[in-house]
């Protein structure tokens, strides 16, 4: 599978965006599908990860209740509705294929990387 992220862009605090993830040459639904981040001089960080079979959504702890992930199997893409940004939000956000651990999504288990798509929020 290959992945295209995209949407990302400049906002100001408080604002909302959303990335898309969109896949190619298989379905999304063989897989789990994470979005991670990577901010200026920090190492890549998981934020929010959707189960191929089932849909089910899991995020990460400093996310949770502002970032929404969500799925179009017919559009065969995975969209991170990013509200109330914050500046710390500001990153380049990456998707990626592969295999979620309980309830969490490992970046060692996921593979497919798509090219990132960076979202900068500033006043």
């Known amino acids: 599978v290959q992945l295209q992220a995209s949407g990302g862009g400049l906002v100001q605090p408080g604002g909302s965006l959303r990335l898309s993830c969109a896949a190619s040459?298989?379905?999304?639904?063989?897989?789990?599908i994470g979005w991670f981040r990577q901010a200026p001089g920090k190492e890549r960080e998981w934020v929010s990860c959707?189960?191929?079979?089932?849909?089910?959504?899991y995020y990460a702890d400093s996310v949770k209740g502002r970032l929404t992930i969500s799925k179009d199997s017919a559009k065969n893409t995975v969209y991170l509705q990013l509200n109330s940004l914050k500046p710390e939000d500001t990153a380049v956000y990456y998707c990626?294929?592969?295999?979620?651990?309980?309830?969490?999504?490992?970046?060692?288990?996921?593979?497919?990387w798509g090219q990132g798509t960076l979202v900068t929020v500033s006043s």
């Open positions: 990626a294929a592969g295999y979620r651990h309980g309830s969490t999504c490992p970046q060692t288990l996921f593979g497919s």
């Open positions: 040459g298989s379905t999304l639904d063989y897989y789990d």
């Open positions: 959707i189960s191929g079979s089932d849909n089910i959504t």
